[in-house]
T-cell receptor, first 114, second 113 residues
């Protein structure tokens, strides 16, 4: 059974720091991996999607990498800002069963202090 | 495009009451999903519909029913609400033939007393 783990569960950094959020998954047979952002009391916003054949994706200050063989992904945030404070969720799309059935990690709650 | 919309945004029910959560998407997606999000448990799949006219159980289907009314709409029904169903419910849909990116609605916050 696919399981997704995110470490750390919470992270507090001063503004301007570069930081890395980690995601690991137990079964390398994935279709893609997505990183989402969730603000308190709000829905999920997709940040980056990496296809299984890709190694990384970039969007502005965000860079996500994928290493299928080791079952790991990282989300790198450069020059963090207080507006980056949110919970970041990692999710993998599994083969078989539901097309696009996402398995989520429990998230990393990020706090960026001014 | 409104994307994925959900109604209502908030709901309080008494144990044993029934209600239907509505979801609609205007992106012409075939597949739609219902998840629930609970503290410490993350998001879990309740039911999904791979295409109009089909529905299947996810990880936590007990106590729920779904209807794929047409390609746009996918509803989730609680026949007899229980306190264990207090949660935030998210509907999602997936783009077809592309990268498989999943789009989420804003959620329905349900409390069962």
């Amino acid at each position: 059974k696919q399981e997704v783990t995110q470490i750390p569960a919470a992270l507090s950094v001063p503004e301007g720091e570069n930081l890395v959020l980690n995601c690991s998954f137990t079964d390398s047979a994935i279709y893609n991996l997505q990183w989402f952002r969730q603000d308190p009391g709000k829905g999920l916003t997709s940040l980056l999607l990496i296809q299984s054949s890709q190694r990384e994706q970039t969007s502005g200050r965000l860079n996500a990498s994928l290493d299928k063989s080791s079952g790991r992904s990282t989300l790198y945030i450069a020059a963090s800002q207080p507006g980056d404070s949110a919970t970041y969720l990692c999710a993998v799309t599994v083969y078989g069963g539901s097309q696009g059935n996402l398995i989520f990690g429990k998230g990393t709650k990020l706090s960026v202090k001014p | 495009n409104a994307g994925v919309t959900q109604t209502p945004k908030f709901q309080v029910l008494k144990t044993g009451q029934s209600m239907t959560l509505q979801c609609a998407q205007d992106m012409n997606h075939n597949s739609m999903y219902w998840y629930r999000q609970d503290p410490g448990m993350g998001l879990r799949l309740i039911y999904y519909s791979a295409s109009e006219g089909t529905t299947d159980k996810g990880e936590v289907p007990n106590g729920y029913n779904v209807s794929r009314l047409n390609k746009r709409e996918f509803s989730l029904r609680l026949e007899s609400a229980a306190p264990s169903q207090t949660s935030v419910y998210f509907c999602a849909s997936i783009e077809q033939g592309g990268r498989g990116e999943q789009y989420f609605g804003p959620g329905t916050r349900l409390t069962v007393t």
